[in-house]
C-alpha cells in the first residue's frame, strides 16, 4: 500500500530565509506526486505536480519540488519566504489509474513565518 | 468562477442529530470526494463519485452515506451524529479517470458534534 511521510510537523522560518519541506513515500511504481497548500481556513490547493519526466518541477507562488527516485522523497523547496506562505502543506501520492481516490495525503506540515 | 462550493462552512450538531453537508461544483468534473481534516491525520477520503450515479466507500465510511444528486452536486450525510464526527470536512472535484488531473477543493465545512 501506498504512504506518505512529512516527518515534520511544524516549521518556524524567518521571512526572506529559504524554505525546505520534506516528504517521503511509499510507493511499488512511479509515483504521481503533489504539494498541495491550505491557508487558513481555507480549502487546499495544488502547488505543483510530479508524474513524469524532469524530476525537478515548478509550480505557482515560487514553490519548486524534486523528485528523488532513490530517496523516495519528493521536497518542497522555497528561496525565500513570504510572509503570505504561512499556510500548512500536504504532500500526496497516487498512481495513474483508478482516479483521485486514489491519492493518499501526507499529515501536513504547518509553516510559520516570523519577521 | 466559484468552482467546488460547500454548505454550511460551520455547524453544531447535537449527539443523534442528522445533517446534510452539501458541495456543488461548477467545472463540469466527473469525479467528486468527500474528505475528513483531523489534526495530525491529514485528510482521509470517506466517500467518493468516479462518476455521475455511482458512489463508493473511501477509508473511513463509518457512520456516514452520500448521494450523487447529479453531476454537479454531491452531499454527505450524518444520520447521527457523534462527537467522534467532530471535524472539518473537504468536499473535492476532479475530471477524473485518473490521478494525474487537479482535485479542487471547496473551502470546507467546520463539524462540532457536543
Known amino acids: 500500500a501506498q504512504s506518505v511521510t512529512q516527518p515534520d510537523i511544524h516549521i518556524t522560518v524567518s521571512e526572506g530565509a529559504s524554505l525546505e519541506l520534506r516528504c517521503n513515500y511509499s510507493?511499488?511504481?512511479?509515483?504521481?506526486l503533489f504539494w498541495y497548500v491550505q491557508s487558513p481556513g481555507q480549502g487546499l490547493q495544488l502547488l505543483l505536480k510530479y508524474f513524469s519526466g524532469d524530476t525537478l518541477v515548478q509550480g505557482i507562488k515560487g514553490f519548486e519540488a524534486e523528485f528523488k527516485r532513490s530517496q523516495s522523497s519528493f521536497n518542497l523547496r522555497k528561496p525565500s519566504v513570504h510572509w503570505s506562505d504561512a499556510a500548512e502543506y500536504f504532500c500526496?501520492?497516487?498512481?495513474?489509474?483508478?482516479?483521485?481516490?486514489?491519492?493518499?495525503f501526507g499529515t501536513g506540515t504547518k509553516l510559520q513565518v516570523i519577521p | 468562477n466559484a468552482g467546488v462550493t460547500q454548505t454550511p462552512k460551520f455547524q453544531v450538531l447535537k449527539t443523534g442529530q442528522s445533517m446534510t453537508l452539501q458541495c456543488a461544483q461548477d467545472m463540469n468534473h466527473n469525479s467528486m470526494y468527500w474528505y475528513r481534516q483531523d489534526p495530525g491525520m491529514g485528510l482521509r477520503l470517506i466517500y467518493y463519485?468516479?462518476?455521475?450515479?455511482?458512489?463508493d466507500k473511501g477509508e473511513v465510511p463509518n457512520g456516514y452515506n452520500v448521494s450523487r444528486l447529479n453531476k454537479r452536486e454531491f452531499s454527505l450525510r450524518l444520520e447521527s451524529a457523534a462527537p467522534s464526527q467532530t471535524s472539518v470536512y473537504f468536499c473535492?472535484?476532479?475530471?477524473?479517470?485518473?490521478?494525474?488531473?487537479?482535485?479542487?477543493f471547496g473551502q470546507g465545512t467546520r463539524l462540532t458534534v457536543v
Open positions: 510507493y511499488g511504481a512511479t509515483p504521481y
Open positions: 500526496a501520492v497516487g498512481r495513474g489509474s483508478g482516479g483521485y481516490q486514489k491519492v493518499t
Open positions: 463519485s468516479a462518476s455521475e450515479g455511482t458512489t
Open positions: 473535492a472535484s476532479s475530471e477524473g479517470g485518473r490521478a494525474n488531473t487537479e482535485a479542487f
